[in-house]
């Protein structure tokens, strides 16, 4: 049987599971409500304050979707009760973001501003113009967002100009050395 597929989700009073017909599980909290439709394979269990996972047969797909299920659900669970984060830092002279209603502009050093829609159940926060904080219910979304934001300007390996992640070490190189 699968590791994490076993494993049951607990939640507690700040989140609120239902289970419906069609094997839709929804999870509702105070930052949003996230939906799931499982494959018919795999059938939910809702009771008092746990959900377990039962897969219908052990071929290596259905024991696959098991644990992938268990996870996204888990994943909803912590979104709206306590919702995701990244961060991103932009490193550059001149480099500077803005949110502007719906609308998250960088000036990145092209010609042009790159203006991006932030989608439903995204907060974007721009902090000193250089420090992006992104934050919403659905992991997937958060991480998603932020990898597109970062693909404008990668962060290049010579004088580190870009847009990186908090945690993320950029390998610097050393430039062309003049010989004599």
């Given at each position: 049987?699968?590791?994490?597929?076993?494993m049951p989700i607990h939640f507690g009073k700040e989140a609120q599971?239902?289970?419906?017909?069609?094997?839709?599980?929804?999870?509702?909290?105070?930052?949003?409500?996230?939906?799931?439709?499982?494959?018919?394979?795999?059938?939910?269990?809702?009771?008092?304050?746990?959900?377990?996972?039962?897969?219908?047969?052990?071929?290596?797909?259905?024991?696959?979707?098991?644990?992938?299920?268990?996870?996204?659900?888990?994943?909803?669970?912590?979104?709206?009760?306590?919702?995701?984060?990244?961060?991103?830092?932009?490193?550059?002279?001149?480099?500077?973001?803005?949110?502007?209603?719906?609308?998250?502009?960088?000036?990145?050093?092209?010609?042009?501003?790159?203006?991006?829609?932030?989608?439903?159940?995204?907060?974007?926060?721009?902090?000193?113009?250089?420090?992006?904080?992104?934050?919403?219910?659905?992991?997937?979304?958060?991480?998603?967002?932020?990898?597109?934001?970062?693909?404008?300007?990668?962060?290049?390996?010579?004088?580190?100009?870009?847009?990186?992640?908090?945690?993320?070490?950029?390998?610097?190189?050393?430039?062309?050395?003049?010989?004599?």
């Amino acid at each position: 049987m699968s590791r994490i597929g076993k494993m049951p989700i607990h939640f507690g009073k700040e989140a609120q599971v239902t289970v419906a017909s069609g094997n839709t599980v929804t999870v509702k909290g105070g930052k949003s409500t996230l939906s799931y439709k499982l494959n018919p394979a795999i059938t939910p269990k809702l009771e008092q304050g746990v959900l377990t996972l039962a897969r219908a047969d052990e071929s290596k797909k259905v024991r696959a979707l098991h644990g992938l299920y268990r996870a996204l659900i888990q994943n909803a669970v912590v979104g709206v009760t306590q919702g995701f984060t990244k961060v991103l830092d932009i490193n550059g002279v001149g480099y500077k973001a803005n949110v502007a209603g719906k609308k998250l502009e960088l000036i990145l050093g092209f010609t042009h501003v790159v203006n991006f829609d932030i989608p439903a159940g995204i907060e974007i926060k721009v902090e000193k113009n250089t420090r992006l904080i992104i934050s919403g219910a659905d992991r997937n979304l958060v991480g998603l967002v932020s990898a597109k934001i970062r693909g404008y300007k990668e962060p290049e390996p010579y004088q580190g100009k870009g847009i990186k992640y908090e945690t993320e070490t950029v390998r610097r190189k050393a430039g062309k050395s003049v010989s004599k």
